[in-house]
């Protein structure tokens, strides 16, 4: 998986100062771990096992708890998702076919998913995922009623995907194996939603710069107040804050870079989203 240099130096946790980078990114390889694990129940390795693979009990009820509000997360995630694409298909017409394909591939997220909290026993916590998001929701929202395709495709199709991209990358190494395979395929679906949004926003910059740059002013600090409300419950599954950051912005640097921005541009706009 392709990852771009991350451009932000990290003097404390989420407190970026920018940093000199060259105009073009520099691209890495990411070895994601295989675990190759025997699988004697439906969730895995027993706790032992996992202890020795340096993997999380999944069995503790420390893990569940965590992992309810994790897995509701995902799956609220995919159900906006869906929405999402389908609304925008309103305001792109002649895309609306495509749009409804990207909106099916989400629910399909949505149900594996689901059968993952089930794998392990777990009730995923709704109620918090649907708090969680409510900030995005409501400026996509805000925006739909505006008709600013642009910044519901900046929310839906750069944002959410870069967010969901990073914290799936981080999460496949440490996940249980029934997870694990899950999350492997909803992954390289999720690049190709990225990539929908990166060519229909590309084709249409110079239209679009402005508003693009204002969503972003928007949104951006709204996604770092989830990775870092999110940041406890991700450290009990193994998924560490810093890593989770890193990722995200490395993803959503790229896919800036694919629309037509300069890495000192995307710098920019970075540094007045997310340090005033």
């Avoid at 100062?17 to 060259?22: L, P, Y």
């Avoid at 495709?153 to 899950?182: C, G, M, N, T, W």
Wanted: hydrophobic share 45%; net charge negative; with cysteine.
């Amino acid at each position: 998986m392709r990852l771009s240099q991350t451009f932000f130096a990290r003097a404390g946790p989420f407190l970026p100062e920018m940093v000199t980078v060259d105009a073009t990114p520099i691209l890495i390889q990411v070895a994601m771990a295989t675990l190759e694990t025997a699988v004697a129940s439906p969730s895995g390795a027993s706790a032992v096992e996992s202890q020795a693979l340096g993997l999380p009990d999944f069995s503790s009820d420390s893990y569940k708890d965590a992992y309810s509000r994790i897995n509701a997360i995902v799956i609220e995630g995919e159900q906006e998702a869906h929405d999402n694409y389908i609304s925008i298909g309103t305001l792109i017409p002649e895309q609306a076919e495509e749009l409804t394909k990207l909106a099916r591939m989400e629910l399909k997220h949505m149900r594996g998913f689901t059968a993952c909290a089930s794998n392990l026993g777990v009730t995923a916590d709704m109620p918090f995922a649907k708090e969680f998001f409510l900030p995005l929701h409501q400026n996509f929202q805000t925006a739909l009623a505006e008709g600013k395709v642009v910044t519901c495709l900046l929310i839906q199709a750069i944002l959410i995907e870069a967010f969901a991209i990073s914290a799936y990358h981080i999460y496949i190494p440490v996940a249980d194996p029934f997870a694990r395979k899950i999350t492997e395929g909803v992954v390289k679906d999720e690049y190709t939603h990225l990539n929908y949004g990166q060519e229909w926003l590309k084709a249409n910059l110079d239209t679009a710069r402005q508003e693009l740059e204002q969503a972003n002013r928007q949104n951006l600090p709204l996604v770092r107040k989830m990775l870092e409300q999110v940041a406890g419950d991700a450290a009990v599954l193994q998924m560490d804050q810093e890593d989770l950051m890193a990722d995200f912005l490395s993803s959503y640097q790229e896919a800036l870079v694919e629309v037509g921005f300069t890495n000192r541009e995307i710098a920019k706009m970075a540094a007045a989203a997310l340090v005033g």
